[in-house]
């Protein structure tokens, strides 16, 4: 059997609550500023939550060739579009554009796309037979031709970011969506990694994009008591570990990376910014709206990708630190999930998980949804390349029965190797991804 | 290795349903029963059969949670169930309490989705609590009292992952998953993502397949919009409503289904002395470029969705001469059509006309994310039975092997699976016969 390629990251692109560019959110992410806000997107006024955390102004135009191609993409392909180009343009992939475009592939974990909400519901209030308590067939169509539009509905198809950016990019490889919840990009960028390793593929884009500030996705939620319904400052609203956390606040936006092997980064002389290190992938089977409360699941997921990366998650590395030095948690703000995820380390690193710092960018940016592994990822790689680690904000009272480090409330200065990011999502699905200083 | 197929369509649960109504010549397309669909473009579907009850396909202690599926859960639950007894695997689902053949850690699941649609009345008795004097939608009544009366788990049933999610609790299985989202080809990537893991020994087993239901009024008029439906009105000839690959084709009719197959290590297999019921040979995945932005328009990607056919050619090591028929999409939509027809006839050269082309979307429908499966179930059969089923659709189809005819006795060694679908992702699956 040949050796597994080393498969690196040499571009990344991100367009978030907290900005457009690397730079500007990487450093407003260090200053532990918040990105919520009420919510614009539609009167939210009177639901139970009133906040987000929005893109401000997206705009496709700094990042596309020709705007009118992309003239009916919706939010979610906006994001994606933005993303992908960035990453595309920081791996040198847009000024020497990639030889064979079959061997240059595409995974994301886009969410689906923005329902045209107020058309849709009133083609069902007009259609509605109340004697039946349903909506009459006739009436409905009719309707829906007047109001509905052939564009948006198809947008909202999930691989419709997938086919903008292949078009935009001219990438004609594997192209996978995937749309596992909150653990979507996550599980995009694992795949991508996976495909990359089997020779598949020289080159992935991966990442995801998701916005649900819309009036089903917030009513969605609200039902489920997943959002935070906090009455105060929504900059305090997410409180991830803290006490008197309530719920996830939520964010939008897009998180793309560029993966390769090591070996076509050296050809093209492309800068590796970090190096992909294992992929764990779990589910936990166990209910539909509850996480295992022992962990295993989370558990499993982490153990996998450490063990891909030949970790020892027990042994301390000869310098006598701990075996990985952060892990972008998943830590949503939600009860369960928090104590959860904090089992979960405990049960993988066992005595020293209070030695490795473990921090939720949610606080600041909000929970991107299926987009949200994706920034997270590239948080580490920045932790990596600038010797920072991104603070767990509104951690002010602290659950006595959370009891590792959090990184609370400031940034924090750390010599940072290796790195572990979770993404967990409704449903079950768990999903890890190890990354590590790339080292020639 | 396939040791199991389970499929849900029009034609009712289980493989053995789908199978002797192909060869029979049957159709399942009919006037919608679910709602009054008579102004639509197209007002027949393939939906399945009303006695499908889900209560009774899952495990008594499961009940309960099937009120929070929508369809398409409903149909990959079903499947699933289907596709572990014909594997002859012991699961939590199919008996709790007894000893799984599979290891739940070694039993991985990967199943296609669509865009579920929500269900339109139940969403809509809750939308009239919040009208305005006027008739229209009020946003602050619904915010404050309105959407109260959605029951508190309503997103659930709406989540694509939710179809493996219900799958990995019924049947344990804590290994690999995951949920594609690319419309028609879904389900062939979520094989051959379980190939792959079965392949680099992440699990000894998976589902894979795919299950979806556009047979409700946003399915419907999405696809009308897309310009994807013939004209059938209800009272139309449905046997002859998708004419695949013929000149007067004008679109597809919409169905409701999908399926799981079990896909398992060999060794696994062949120690628990498993009916291997077909080899997975060679898997492959692109992505077309479209004439528009959103991959609806495929006429001009043939050359994408022949380089998938090769590249699943060279993963299992075949030459073209080695396929002797092949499941493609065959949808009747004519860009879809042509974009297939030109990547076969640059495959497999002026042999073309004589692969048979087995065509089930004039039988069973557009099943979206459920279409893999029915077409990986259906070239099992072929390749256990050596026998081609009987054809829907148009008397004479140029340049391929595809018009009406009945089934008939085939030998056949490998079979090719074709899916490329609106967005313009494609995949191929090529099957052989079991030694």
């Known amino acids: 059997m040949s050796a597994t390629p080393r498969i690196v990251v040499t571009g990344m692109g991100w367009v978030t609550p907290l900005g457009n560019d690397i730079d500007s959110v990487w450093s407003r992410l260090m200053a532990s500023a918040s990105g919520m806000a009420p919510i614009t997107r539609f009167d939210a006024s009177t639901f139970p939550t ?61 969410g689906e796309g923005v329902l045209d909400t107020i058309n849709f519901f009133e083609t069902n209030i007009a259609s509605w037979d109340a004697g ?14 007047g109001r509905l539009s052939a564009a948006r509905e198809i947008e909202q198809e999930p691989n419709m970011p997938l086919a903008h950016i292949a078009r935009e990019l001219g990438i004609r490889g594997p192209a996978f969506n ?73 964010g939008e936006g897009s998180g793309m990376v560029v993966l390769e092997t090591l070996d076509h980064a050296l050809a093209r002389g492309a800068r590796p910014l970090a190096e992909v290190a294992g992929y764990g992938s779990s589910a936990d089977a166990f209910r539909i709206t509850d996480i295992q ?79 949200a592994g994706a920034v997270e990822f590239m948080t580490c790689v920045l932790a990596i390349e600038r010797g920072m680690l991104p603070p767990t904000i509104n951690h002010d009272r602290k659950d006595p029965e959370l009891d590792l480090d959090y990184v609370s409330n400031v940034a924090r200065a ?27 | 290795m396939v040791t199991g197929t389970g499929t849900a369509c029009g034609f009712g649960l289980g493989t053995d349903a789908l199978w002797s109504a192909l060869c029979e010549g049957r159709c399942a397309v009919a006037p919608v029963r679910a709602f009054d669909a008579s102004g639509f473009r197209c007002a027949q579907a393939a939906e399945l059969p009303a006695d499908f009850d889900i209560r009774q396909l899952v495990p008594k202690s499961y009940r309960k949670a099937t009120k929070v599926m929508a369809r398409d859960i409903e149909i990959a639950v079903g499947a699933a169930d289907a596709a572990v007894r014909d594997a002859g695997l012991v699961t939590k689902g199919t008996a709790e309490g007894s000893p799984p053949t599979i290891a739940p ?70 290994g690999p998953s995951n949920t594609i989202t690319c419309a028609e080809a879904s389900g062939l990537l979520s094989m051959g993502e379980s190939i792959r893991t079965v392949e680099r020994g992440a699990a000894d087993a998976c589902l894979a397949g795919g299950a979806e239901s556009k047979i409700n009024p946003m399915g419907l008029i999405r696809q009308q919009f897309a310009g994807r439906l013939c004209a059938l009105p209800a009272d139309g000839d449905a046997r002859t409503a998708v004419k695949p690959y013929a000149g007067e084709a004008d679109g597809s009719v919409l ?30 995945a692109g992505q077309c470029a479209c004439a528009d932005t959103v991959g609806l328009d495929l006429s001009g990607a043939a050359e994408d969705v022949a380089a998938a056919m090769s590249a699943a050619l060279r993963d299992a090591g075949l030459e073209p001469e080695s396929i002797d028929a092949i499941i493609p999409m065959g949808t009747g939509i004519p860009s879809t059509d042509a974009a297939e027809r030109t990547a076969f006839q640059s495959v497999f050269g002026p042999r073309t006309a004589a692969i048979p082309l087995v065509t089930i979307m004039p039988a069973v429908g557009n099943c979206g994310a459920g279409t893999g499966a029915l077409q990986a179930a259906v070239a099992v059969r072929c390749l256990e039975s050596q026998r081609l089923p009987a054809r829907l659709g148009a008397s004479s189809t140029d340049g391929v092997l595809a018009q009406a005819a009945p089934s008939s006795a085939a030998p056949l060694r490998h079979v090719m699976v074709v899916s490329a679908g609106l967005g313009g992702q494609v995949a191929v699956l090529i099957l052989g016969r079991a030694a």
């Open chain 1, 132 to 145: 039946s308590q349903r909506c009459d067939g006739r009436k409905w169509i009719e309707a829906a031709k």
């Open chain 1, 293 to 371: 409360p022992d962990g295993r699941g989370a558990a499993a997921a982490m153990l996998q990708a450490l063990d891909q990366a030949g970790i020892d998650p027990h042994a301390t590395r000869p310098d006598g630190r701990a075996p990985i030095d952060y892990i972008s948690a998943h830590g949503t703000g939600t009860k369960e999930n928090d104590s959860i995820e904090t089992v979960a380390v405990k049960r993988v690193f066992g005595e020293l998980a209070p030695r490795i710092p473990m921090s939720s960018i949610k606080g600041m940016m909000g929970h991107l949804i299926a987009a």
């Open chain 1, 178 to 250: 995937c749309l596992t919840a909150c653990a979507a990009s996550t599980q995009a960028i694992g795949e991508a990694y996976s495909i990359i390793q089997r020779g598949d593929a020289d080159v992935m884009v991966a990442g995801g994009t998701h916005t649900m500030v819309h009036p089903l996705g917030v009513t969605g939620f609200n039902r489920l008591t997943a959002l935070s319904t906090f009455k105060g400052d929504p900059t305090k609203a997410s409180r991830p570990f803290s006490i008197d956390r309530d719920g996830f606040v939520m």
């Open chain 2, 105 to 174: 850690n070694r039993f991985g699941c990967h199943i296609g989705a669509g865009l579920i649609a929500c269900d339109v009345d139940e969403l809509t008795a809750a939308l009239v609590t919040s009208r305005t004097p006027a008739g229209g939608f009020d946003i602050n009544a619904w915010g404050s009292v309105g959407m109260t009366n959605l029951t508190p788990l309503w997103l659930l049933k709406y989540l694509p992952n939710m179809l493996a999610c219900h799958v990995t609790i019924i049947h344990d299985c804590h």
């Open chain 1, 414 to 440: 750390a010599k940072v190797d290796i790195c572990l990011s979770n993404s967990f999502g409704f449903g079950g699905q768990n999903d890890t991804v190890v990354v590590r200083r790339f080292e020639g």
């Open chain 1, 50 to 110: 009133t906040f987000a955390a929005e893109v401000r102004e997206p705009s496709m135009a700094p990042f596309v060739a020709d705007e009118r191609v992309h003239a009916h993409a919706g939010l979610n392909s906006m994001f994606a579009l933005g993303a992908a180009v960035q990453a595309w343009r920081m791996a040198g992939l847009a000024t020497r554009r990639p030889t064979d475009p079959r061997r240059v592939g595409l995974y994301l974990g886009a």
């Open chain 2, 255 to 284: 169905g409701e289904g999908g399926g799981l197959i079990v896909l398992e290590a060999e060794g696994t297999a062949r120690a628990r002395g498993a009916t291997i019921r077909a080899r997975v040979d060679g898997f492959a």
